[in-house]
């Protein structure tokens, strides 16, 4: 299989009108950081619905989606409250590795020429 085949790209509205507590969670998180949000979202609550089905077998159980509601196959799961100090060092150690990665990446362009 292509990677092409292997992967399926989704774009996602998500409106405060439309589901409030999930456009809360990801407002809250850096814009490179929500789509592994909703992959895990979506992964969590795929478990829970296989659970609570009895869904055995498989990487995740074999509860086929299609028989599944879409209101029952979303779960929205609170983040524990994080402290101000590590969000910010962590944000500044984000912020190292993409400078590090940049660096990588331009001595590597000079190599090229």
Known sequence: ???EEDSIRLVVMVTKDSHPELFDELYKRERSYRAERIRTLATLSLLGVQ???????????SVPIDAVPAVEAVAIV???P??????????EER???????????SVRAGFRT
């Open 1 to 3: 299989m292509s990677k």
């Open 51 to 61: 659970a609570g089905r009895g869904g055995g077998g498989g990487s995740l159980g």
């Open 78 to 80: 609170a983040a524990p």
């Open 82 to 91: 994080v402290d101000p100090e590590v969000e910010a060092r962590a944000r």
């Open 95 to 105: 912020a190292l590795e993409e400078k590090k990665r940049g660096f990588k990446d």
